[in-house]
T-cell receptor, first 118, second 113 residues
Framework: KNQVEQSPQSLIILEGKNCTLQ??????????LRWYKQDTGRGPVSLTI?????NTKSNGRYTATLDADTKQSSLHITASQLSDSASYICVVSGRGGVIIQGAQKLVFGQGTRLTINP | GAGVSQSPSNKVTEKGKDVELRCDPISGHTALYWYRQSLGQGLEFLIY????????KSGLPSDRFSAERTGGSVSTLTIQRTQQEDSAVYLC???????????FGPGTRLTVL
């Protein structure tokens, strides 16, 4: 079964600290993995996209890693800011001719709710 | 440039009423998606439009749900005879082409009393 599991479900850290969010998936065959940030009351916004051959990709203070062998990804946030408080959603896209969920065969994780306290 | 817009931002309706939710995708984007996000839940795919092709309706939860995309641009999601379990945030996204990154609108929060 194609699944995306994220952990932790929620996380609270102090401003300025670093944190790492995890995403494990079973989607196969794999095409790419995206991390989205969703502020409360807003739509998700893409942070990074990684394909099979990419191990690390950075976007400012956000660094995503991908291990396609173990089917694991992480999102590391450095020097957290209050504005980082949001839900972070891992989305895995499969490939191939079989449509599972929409045109892109997308499988969404449940998200990690991150709260940054001053 | 303008992003994806949705209207209304909030909709409160009574059980049994019909509702229409609107999505204006980014100009030039050929792909348009509707998702539903219930409280504390992940995104649930509903329907996908690609150009003039027949839409992928595989995610629609029941025949009370339907969607149209007129002129390859604006889309309307219609929910007939609303039920309390339809209460959720309905998100629309568009992408330049089929496999590109999706850009999401702010969503419409639907509350069915």
């Amino acid at each position: 079964k194609n699944q995306v599991e994220q952990s932790p479900q929620s996380l609270i850290i102090l401003e300025g600290k670093n944190c790492t969010l995890q995403c494990n998936y079973t989607v196969s065959p794999f095409s790419n993995l995206r991390w989205y940030k969703q502020d409360t009351g807003r739509g998700p916004v893409s942070l990074t996209i990684m394909t099979f051959s990419e191990n690390t990709k950075s976007n400012g203070r956000y660094t995503a890693t991908l291990d396609a062998d173990t089917k694991q990804s992480s999102l590391h946030i450095t020097a957290s800011q209050l504005s980082d408080s949001a839900s972070y959603i891992c989305v895995v896209s499969g490939r191939g001719g079989v449509i599972i969920q929409g045109a892109q065969k997308l499988v969404f994780g449940q998200g990690t709710r991150l709260t940054i306290n001053p | 440039g303008a992003g994806v817009s949705q209207s209304p931002s909030n909709k409160v309706t009574e059980k049994g009423k019909d509702v229409e939710l609107r999505c204006d995708p980014i100009s030039g984007h050929t792909a348009l998606y509707w998702y539903r996000q219930s409280l504390g839940q992940g995104l649930e795919f509903l329907i996908y439009f690609q150009g003039n092709s027949a839409p992928d309706k595989s995610g629609l939860p029941s025949d009370r749900f339907s969607a149209e995309r007129t002129g390859g641009s604006v889309s309307t999601l219609t929910i007939q005879r609303t039920q309390q379990e339809d209460s959720a945030v309905y998100l629309c996204a568009s992408s330049l082409a089929r496999w590109d990154t999706q850009y999401f609108g702010p969503g419409t929060r639907l509350t069915v009393l």
